[in-house]
Nanobody, 124 residues
Framework: VQLQASGGGLVQPGGSLRLSCAASGSTFDDYAIAWFRQAPGKEREGISCISGVDGSSLYSDSVKGRFTISSDWAKTTVYLQMNSLQPEDTGVYYC??????????????????WGQGTQVTVSS
């Protein structure tokens, strides 16, 4: 599956953005789809994952309660709704996919397919 991330931009603290991760070549039915981010000078961090098998999701502590991951009914696009954004949320956001019909979902970096990244900047 090929992935295309979009939706990044510049937003003020407290604002919102919605990122999209569009799939081509396959639907997400048997995949785990995750969002990662990398801030300047920091390691890449897994922040959210959704299972295409059963829709279960999980979040890192750093975004729990502020970000929501979802998919469209056709399972071709995964969204990351980001609310109450703060400067520490600044970074390049990537989506990633891994074929896993068991329904597994995780925040480690061992995903097979990666999108190109979209920049999110939170600044006043």
């Amino acid at each position: 599956v090929q992935l295309q991330a979009s939706g990044g931009g510049l937003v003020q603290p407290g604002g919102s953005l919605r990122l999209s991760c569009a799939a081509s070549g396959s639907t997400f039915d048997d995949y785990a789809i995750a969002w990662f981010r990398q801030a300047p000078g920091k390691e890449r961090e897994g922040i959210s994952c959704i299972s295409g098998v059963d829709g279960s999701s999980l979040y890192s502590d750093s975004v729990k309660g502020r970000f929501t991951i979802s998919s469209d009914w056709a399972k071709t696009t995964v969204y990351l709704q980001m609310n109450s954004l703060q400067p520490e949320d600044t970074g390049v956001y990537y989506c990633a996919a891994d074929f896993n019909p068991s329904g597994w979902c995780g925040l480690g970096s061992d995903f097979a397919s990666w999108g190109q990244g979209t920049q999110v900047t939170v600044s006043s």
